[in-house]
């Protein structure tokens, strides 16, 4: 369960980057979604790589939507 969940985890992390540039940050509605499915699945596997890959992935994404003002 790890694995999938830091598997999930870098690949929202490769959205929430390509989030990052302009006129692109609407990526992040789509990828906080994925993230949280991550974490969910972190949340039950014993180790906690996975589960904190995605957290920091919602704040990232979570922060660039706030600072576009959401969509932009």
């Given at each position: 369960?790890?694995a999938v969940?830091?598997?999930i985890?870098i690949?929202a992390l490769?959205g929430a980057?390509?989030g990052f540039v302009p006129?692109?940050?609407?990526l992040?509605?789509?990828v906080i979604?994925?993230?949280v ?6 949340v039950?596997a ?11 992935v919602?704040?990232?994404a979570a ?10």
């Open positions: 369960m790890n969940s830091l598997l985890g690949l490769l980057l390509v006129l692109l940050g609407w992040n509605w789509g979604p994925l993230a499915l991550g974490l969910v699945l972190g039950i014993r180790g906690n790589t996975g589960r904190n890959v995605n957290l920091v919602i704040v990232v922060l660039r939507l706030m600072l576009g003002g959401g969509l932009l």
